[in-house]
C-alpha cells in the first residue's frame, strides 16, 4: 500500500513517475540516515579503541585530536539519528536533504580541519589521515538517492572545503620537522590503519546497497517495459503510447473528431461456434482477428474493440474524414479479399466457407478514454458509431455484405453504379431517414 507520505503527496505530485521518485527518495532518506548512525558507531568504537591504547603507541600528544574525532563521531551519529526521526511521513520536507547534507559535509571538514590546525603541522599530512576517507564516504553515500543536483551541491562544498584545508599550509620545498615525521609515522600505525580498513569496508557495503537498488531499479523498468509491451497487444496505440498520468487526464477529457466508423461481424457464428467447441471457436476467432488487425493497420486505422465475432474500427485518427473514408473503404475491400484467400484455405481442409457483413458510416464522433481511476477504455461514442452499428445489423438482416452510408460513399469517392440502388432507410432508434448504398459481394 502507498505508505501516508505518497498519500499526502499525492495531491501535489502530478504524475505516477513523479510519486515513484517521492517514495524512492523517502526509501533513500531512511536508507542514509541508518548508514550515518552505522558508520558513526563503527568510527566511535575505532576511535576509543585507539584512546585505550594511545600510551602503548605513542599517540599521547594527539589526544586533542582523538577525542574531537570521538565527540565527531557523537555528532555524526545525533546527525544520523535526526535524520531518521525527520524521514517519516509526517515530517520529511525536500529541503531537509540539503540541510542534512549539509550539516554533514562541516562535520567532516571540520574534523579534518583538527587535524592539521598545528601550525607545525603541514597541511598535506591530512591526505594521510583516516578522516578523509570518511569525506569518500559522504561522497558516496550521494549514490543511494536520485538528486543529481544535491549531489553536485554536496560534491562541490565538500571537496572544495578539503581542498581549501588540505593546501592552507602545505609547507612544500623543505624537509620534514621532527614533529610532522613523527606524526606521518603515527598517521600510519595500526590503529589509523584499522580506522582505514573499516572505512574501506563500510565503502564496499555502501557501493553493494547501491549496486543492489540500482539492480532492482533496473529490473523494476524492465518489467514495467515487458508489461507495457503487452499491453500493447490488448490496447490500440492512442492509448498504449500515451500512458502517463498527464496523458490520461488529456485523454478523459474526449476530442470531438470527425471519423470513419467500420463495424465487421461474422455472419452466422452462433451456429459455427456451436460446431467448432470452445477450443476450436477460440482458434477461429484468433485467425478472424488477425485478418482484421492486419487490413485495419495497413490502412491506418484503429481496432477500437472486438466484440465477440465483431469488431469496431476507427479511421481519421490521423487524418482527414475524406482520407479516412478512403482508408475505412480500402480495409472493406481487403478484408474481403483476405476472407477469400481464408475460406480457399478453409476449403482444402473440407471446413465451410465465411462471410462477414459491414456497416460503414463517417462523422463527428467523441473519442476518448472512457471510465474511472480503476479502469479506463479507449473508445469512440456518439451518432456516428451508433449508425455504423445499424448498418451493419442491416446488412446482416437483408443479406448484405456492406451497407455504407451515401455521405460516406461520397467522402471515399466510391462508383454508386457498383452499387445496388439507393435506399432510404430508417434505422432502428432513429426517426430520421438515412440513404444507404449496399452491396451482396465487394468487387
Known amino acids: 500500500m502507498i505508505n501516508l507520505l505518497l498519500f499526502q503527496m499525492a495531491r501535489n505530485l502530478k504524475t505516477l513517475a513523479d510519486r515513484v521518485i517521492a517514495e524512492s527518495d523517502l526509501k533513500a532518506e531512511r536508507l542514509i540516515a541508518l548508514l550515518r ?24 600528544a594527539r589526544q586533542f585530536e582523538l577525542f574531537s574525532l570521538l565527540a565527531g563521531a557523537l555528532g555524526y551519529f545525533a546527525l544520523g539519528a535526526i535524520n531518521y526521526y525527520c524521514a517519516t511521513a509526517a515530517r520529511l520536507r525536500p529541503w531537509m536533504s540539503w540541510g542534512f547534507n549539509l550539516a554533514e559535509v562541516m562535520l567532516v571538514s571540520i574534523q579534518l580541519y583538527i587535524d592539521v590546525a598545528n601550525p607545525l603541522t603541514p597541511s598535506l599530512l591530512a591526505f594521510a589521515s583516516p578522516v578523509l576517507l570518511v569525506a569518500a564516504l559522504v561522497i558516496c553515500v550521494q549514490v543511494l538517492r536520485y538528486q543529481i543536483w544535491l549531489h553536485v551541491f554536496s560534491t562541490l562544498l565538500l571537496v572544495g572545503l578539503c581542498g581549501l584545508i588540505l593546501l592552507h599550509d602545505p609547507q612544500i620545498g623543505g624537509p620534514l620537522s621532527p614533529e610532522a615525521s613523527h606524526e606521518l ?55 498504449s503510447n500515451r500512458m502517463t498520468d498527464n496523458d490520461l487526464d488529456t485523454l478523459r477529457m474526449g476530442e470531438e473528431r470527425e471519423l470513419a ?94 462471410s462477414i457483413v459491414i456497416g460503414f458510416h463517417a462523422g463527428p464522433a467523441i473519442v476518448g478514454a472512457i471510465g474511472d481511476d480503476q479502469r479506463l477504455e479507449f473508445t469512440v461514442i456518439g451518432n456516428t458509431v451508433n449508425l455504423a452499428a445499424r448498418l451493419e445489423e442491416v446488412a446482416k438482416e437483408k443479406g448484405w455484405t456492406l451497407a455504407v452510408s451515401r455521405h460516406a460513399a461520397g467522402l471515399a469517392g466510391l462508383n454508386e453504379e457498383e452499387f445496388l440502388p439507393v435506399q432510404s432507410i430508417v434505422l432502428r432508434g432513429n426517426v430520421e431517414t438515412i440513404e444507404v448504398l449496399a452491396q451482396s459481394q465487394i468487387n
Not at 188 to 201: D, E, F, Q
Not at 278 to 291: G, K, M, Q, S, V
Open 261 to 354: 466508423i467500420l463495424f465487421v461481424d461474422i455472419r452466422g457464428f452462433t451456429a459455427i461456434s456451436n460446431a467448432l467447441g470452445p477450443r476450436e471457436t477460440a482458434d477461429f476467432l484468433r485467425d478472424f482477428r488477425a485478418i482484421v488487425t492486419q487490413s485495419v493497420i495497413l490502412n491506418d486505422g484503429v481496432v477500437d474493440k472486438f466484440i465477440g465475432d465483431g469488431a469496431l474500427t476507427v479511421f481519421g485518427l490521423h487524418s482527414d474524414i475524406k482520407q479516412a473514408c478512403i482508408d475505412a473503404a480500402n480495409t472493406a475491400q481487403q478484408l474481403m479479399t483476405s476472407l477469400s484467400n481464408w475460406n480457399q484455405k478453409r476449403a482444402e481442409q473440407e471446413k465451410e466457407a465465411i
Open 37 to 60: 548512525m552505522t558508520l558513526a558507531a563503527m568510527l566511535f568504537l575505532g576511535v576509543a579503541f585507539v584512546i585505550s591504547q594511545s600510551k602503548s603507541v605513542g599517540l599521547e
Open 185 to 239: 609515522q603515527l598517521l600510519y600505525s595500526l590503529p589509523p590503519n584499522i580506522v582505514r580498513l573499516v572505512m574501506l569496508a563500510a565503502m564496499a557495503f555502501l557501493i553493494g546497497i547501491a549496486v543492489s537498488r540500482s539492480r532492482n531499479l533496473i529490473e523494476a523498468v524492465a518489467k514495467e517495459t515487458e508489461l507495457a509491451e503487452n499491453r500493447k497487444r490488448f490496447l490500440p496505440s492512442e492509448i
